[in-house]
């Protein structure tokens, strides 16, 4: 029933000592911080969410999240290793390589070719990161139908624009360095969830491992909702830019799991920018080998 209660057997009494209490849906436990719903599977959790987050909650809470009401799913399938597919998502380090005409402009220029982090904190068992904007990038001369898009004072993206700045930005916790040329923060929490943040906008990634190497990856975008036919074509063109993005990093990280496959070389290196993946397979080595969770967070 709507209670999880077992609500009929078919021959109930062709069983023996039945029980229907034990019978109904396994209760799950869960928790709330700043509305977002965190899932406990283990039977008995051992600390709070509060202890769980420790120091992320700290810094990040309180933030006031425009347009959660209002999100663009992106789903894709994987095969590679979960954390391959969350360390993607949590350096910048491929983006001049992987992606030179879809976010490189963005992230990286001149003053930073490799698009080098702006600053980094590491929160008990979770991390973040401030990464850096090029400033003097432009929508390029042949793109027509983007420079007519984008050529309003209002856009429903998530476009660095002073005018269009959202609260959530002058959060203590957003941009903690306050770095001019700052485009966004990633939050990753441990496991396996991201929380992004940038000057109009803000989204989530999750990680979902459906076997060792196959994962499940969903992302959700949050804008405002479109008002005029411009706007909607705004979020339309955005959509299709972030999809063209993701598909780079599909075969790349595919690519990077059959080469890991092979055995060929027992190591990887990380660059002193990929602190974030660094710190997160310090984290998966510590809780899986912490007898409880309190070793592990302790």
């Known amino acids: 029933n709507n209670a999880g209660e077992l609500a009929n057997v078919p021959d109930e009494s062709g069983f023996f000592h039945l029980d229907r209490k034990k019978c109904g849906l396994t209760p799950v436990a869960l928790d709330v911080w700043d509305g977002w719903i965190f899932i406990n599977l283990a039977p008995a959790p051992e600390v709070s969410l509060a202890e769980f987050l420790g120091p992320m909650a700290d810094a990040l809470s309180g933030i006031d999240y425009p347009n959660a009401d209002n999100a663009i799913v992106l789903r894709g399938e994987f095969k590679a290793n979960w954390k391959a597919v969350a360390e993607n998502f949590s350096e910048v380090y491929h983006i001049a390589s992987i992606h030179p005409k879809t976010f490189g402009p963005i992230y990286t220029g001149k003053e930073n070719p490799f698009g080098r982090p702006l600053d980094a904190n590491l929160r008990g068992a979770h991390r973040s990161f401030s990464l850096w904007l090029n400033q003097n990038v432009a929508v390029p001369e042949h793109a027509k139908v983007m420079r007519w898009l984008f050529s309003a004072g209002e856009t429903v993206t998530g476009t660095r624009n002073d005018a269009q700045a959202n609260p959530l930005t002058e959060h203590r916790g957003v941009n903690p360095g306050r770095h001019p040329d700052w485009s ?3 939050n990753w929490f441990f496991p396996n969830w991201h929380l992004q943040i940038s000057a109009n906008q803000f989204w989530t990634h999750e990680f979902w491992p459906t076997s060792a ?86």
């Open 184 to 186: 966004q923060d990633v």
């Open 213 to 298: 190497n196959t994962t499940v990856w969903e992302a959700r975008f949050y804008n405002k909702k479109p008002k005029s036919v411009r706007e909607r074509l705004q979020l339309e063109h955005f959509t299709s830019h972030i999809t063209d993005g993701m598909l780079e990093d599909l075969g790349n990280i595919e690519s990077m799991q059959a080469g890991m496959e092979t055995g060929a070389k027992p190591f990887v290196y990380f660059n002193e920018s990929e602190i974030l993946c660094r710190h997160g397979l310090e984290q998966v080595v510590r809780w899986s080998s912490a007898s409880t969770v309190k070793d592990a967070i302790a």
